[in-house]
Nanobody, 124 residues
């Protein structure tokens, strides 16, 4: 059974940085393409970025490029999302997700496995 646990969220001032981690248990994440999504209050859950099963390819939404960076360490069963130059509009719950495929997709419906989320709050 795939279990994903996010960590690293918190309260930060605008312009600050956070590093989110997603750690898997019960499985080897090298079998899964993975992604980050986020959901702000009153809004739909939206795609942040995805990374291929091997980590050789990754993509961050165009609106977040230059500030957010994804990586994974299959040996440690961990995926990370580095958030820099944070803005109040980045405030959301951040979720990691996994799908049994080589590559990510943009649709949350394509992901069978989800973590519980970690809260990121950016104050102005």
């Amino acid at each position: 059974q795939v279990q994903l646990v996010e960590s690293g969220g918190g309260l930060v001032q605008a312009g600050g940085s956070l590093r989110l981690s997603c750690t898997a248990s019960g499985v080897t994440i090298s079998n899964y393409a993975m992604a980050w999504f986020r959901q702000a209050p009153g809004k739909e859950r939206e795609f942040v970025g995805g990374i291929s099963r091997t980590g050789s390819s990754s993509y961050v939404d165009d609106s977040l490029k230059g500030r957010f960076t994804m990586s994974r360490d299959n040996a440690k069963n961990t995926m990370t999302l580095s958030l820099d130059d944070l803005k109040p509009e980045d405030t959301a719950v951040y979720y990691c997700a996994a799908r049994t495929a080589l590559f990510w997709t943009l649709s949350r419906r394509d992901y069978a496995y989800w973590g519980q989320g970690t809260q990121v709050t950016v104050s102005s």
